[in-house]
């Protein structure tokens, strides 16, 4: 399952290139919801895509990359493997149910 999850700066999406802000509190909580109760492996992290801030506050929310690749015309690409403590907390029903209210 992957999931795209990205506030753009430009409001045409095959124009935008990166995103320029960091995600607010309710966009966290809800990341860090949906993230525990779906059954993801991990989060594949395109660097190039995110201010360096934001990269940082996905290391303090979800741990360091176990793996980083460069694919070439997308950038760097981290992935961040979700614990088994994470894992424990999967309820996909649950994970279904959620809404982001902005």
């Not at 395109?46 to 176990?66: A, I, K, R, S, W």
Request: glycine letters at 4%; hydrophobic letters at 35%.
């Amino acid at each position: 399952m992957t999931l795209f999850f990205l506030r753009l700066p430009c409001p045409d999406i095959h124009k935008a290139t990166r995103l320029k802000s960091c995600f607010n509190i309710k966009e966290w909580e809800f990341f860090t919801k949906f993230y525990e109760l779906n059954d993801f492996a991990g989060i594949n992290l395109y660097v190039d895509l995110l201010p360096q801030e934001c990269v940082g506050e996905f290391y303090n929310h979800y741990g360091t990359p176990v793996i980083k690749t460069t694919i070439p015309n997308l950038g760097k690409i981290e992935f961040i493997q979700k614990t088994a403590e994470q894992r424990s907390k999967v309820n996909m029903k649950l994970g279904r149910e959620l809404k982001l209210n902005p």
